[in-house]
């Protein structure tokens, strides 16, 4: 069925509302132990604006209600960015033995890449949802690498693909082409630490070989 102005304006007010209490319950540490139960459903209220902010499920009357449900598509974006980078998401939950904002990275990123994949999204959310992958990237560290990096190529080069196709403008293809490169130097330094750490693994594990053989010798 199709949106009407009204409807989207009555419902974006009371979703930002609901978007700015947890802004503020964040910056309060007042979330802490249910960012668990409040990201994924975040994650499906994007999916659901992605959808409403498509032409065919807006009137054609106004193109107020598309820019209504654009930006608030990007309110809840960046609340989610909020979230993952906050010190709550940190910590460990209570009685459990995983860490919170890489579980929360995790459950975010499958559905972001399909949303590149599929959700014909423009520059400006594109963007944003990249941006957060950046923050899913460095929360999961090596993981990342191994798990969802090559997924995220491919999202990212079917977006590139469907921004062609629409001829978008060269202002446009810049700031697309500053995000992909955000996230590309957000996996360099991932790698860059990883090779860091093999290097001071194997630095410790030769200084205790050298120190066990000096006991060997030391024993006769």
């Known amino acids: 069925s199709e949106w009407k102005e009204e409807e989207i304006d ?9 978007l700015r209490s947890i802004r503020y319950l964040t910056s309060k540490k007042i979330l802490s132990g249910h960012l668990h139960l409040v990201v994924p459903q975040l994650v499906k209220l994007i999916d659901c604006l992605v959808l409403l902010s498509s032409a065919r499920n807006i009137s054609t009357e106004s193109k107020s209600g598309y820019m209504a449900a654009h ?3 990007l309110f809840a974006i960046n609340t989610i960015t909020i979230l993952l980078t906050s010190t709550e998401s940190s910590l460990y939950y209570a009685g459990t ?5 890489s579980t929360l990275s995790a459950r975010t990123a499958q559905p972001l890449m399909r949303l590149l994949r599929n959700g014909r999204l423009n520059i400006k959310i ?8 950046c923050v899913c990237a460095r929360n999961l560290g090596v993981q ?9 190529m491919d999202a990212l080069d ?7 196709f629409e001829c978008v403008d060269d202002d ?6 500053s995000s992909v490169l955000r996230y590309n130097e957000t996996v360099e330094r991932i790698n860059r630490n990883l090779d860091e750490g093999s290097r001071e693994l194997s630095q410790g594990n030769h200084e205790n070989q050298s120190k066990f053989k000096l006991t060997e010798l030391s024993s006769f």
């Open 144 to 152: 990342w690498i191994h798990l969802y990096h090559a997924s995220t």
């Open 158 to 164: 079917m977006w590139e693909k469907q921004l062609y």
């Open 172 to 177: 446009q293809l810049s700031s697309r082409s």
């Open 10 to 18: 009555a419902a974006g007010f009371r979703i930002e509302l609901v």
């Open 126 to 133: 594109g963007n944003a949802i990249i941006q957060l992958l």
């Open 71 to 73: 930006n608030l598509t």
């Open 97 to 101: 033995s995983y860490n919170g904002a």
